[in-house]
């Protein structure tokens, strides 16, 4: 079975600092994968996707993907209060055949 | 451009009964991927269409259907509602390939009394 594993957190990251939020994925057949925020009560929204081994940055986001490693992270640079949130890591096989698999997502929390 | 939109946004409903959800996709976007999202499991794949086709399908029972329209809006039917379906119903666009942005609707958020 596929799956998608985060830690649940929370994790609590003071106001500036870097915060660093993990996820591991079972299938070596997949080859998309997403960072989605979701705050209470909301949809999930797309921060960052990556599709190759290496680094990926938009602006204070980084996403560091290591297949051989099956292994997918993201880095929050200057956390503002606003970044509390829950994050969902989300991977997709080449065929797409199973959709997006989500891990359950981890709450993060900027104490200012 | 617009997002996507589903509708209802709420609704409630007791066991036994049936529900129909509905789902708007971002203008041009052909395919439309449902998931299901409670705090048990988190987020979990229904299905996805494409071209009004069944593209891909989930690990869910039969009472979990779906169907896509020429104009790509689709809608999402559970029949005979068990109180294990309250949960928010998430609908997801992308314009038509696989490793293409999924991009969710604000959901519908299913109580089953």
């Known amino acids: 079975q596929k799956e998608v594993e985060q830690n649940s957190g929370p994790l609590s990251v003071p106001e500036g600092a870097i915060a660093s939020l993990n996820c591991t994925y079972s299938?070596?057949?997949?080859?998309?994968f997403f960072w989605y925020r979701q705050y209470s009560g909301k949809s999930p929204e797309l921060i960052m996707f990556i599709y190759s081994n290496g680094d990926k940055e938009d602006g204070r986001f980084t996403a560091q993907l290591n297949k051989a490693s099956q292994y997918v992270s993201l880095l929050i640079r200057d956390s503002q209060p606003s970044d509390s949130a829950t994050y969902l890591c989300a991977a997709e096989a080449g065929g797409g055949a199973d959709g997006l698999t989500f891990g359950k997502g981890t709450h993060l929390i900027i104490q200012p | 451009k617009a997002g996507v939109t589903q509708t209802p946004r709420y609704l409630i409903k007791t066991r036994g009964q049936q529900v129909t959800l509905s789902c708007s996709p971002i203008?041009?976007?052909?395919?439309v991927s449902w998931y299901q999202q409670t705090p048990g499991q988190g987020l979990q794949f229904l299905f996805e269409y494409f071209s009004e086709t069944q593209r891909n399908k989930g690990n869910f029972p039969g009472r979990f259907s779906g169907r896509q329209f020429s104009n790509s809006r689709s809608e999402m039917n559970v029949s005979t509602l068990e109180l294990g379906d309250s949960a928010l119903y998430l609908c997801a666009s992308r314009p038509g390939t696989v490793k293409e942005t999924q991009y969710f609707g604000p959901g519908t958020r299913l109580l089953v009394l």
């Open positions: 203008s041009g976007h052909r395919s």
């Open positions: 299938d070596r057949g997949s080859q998309s």
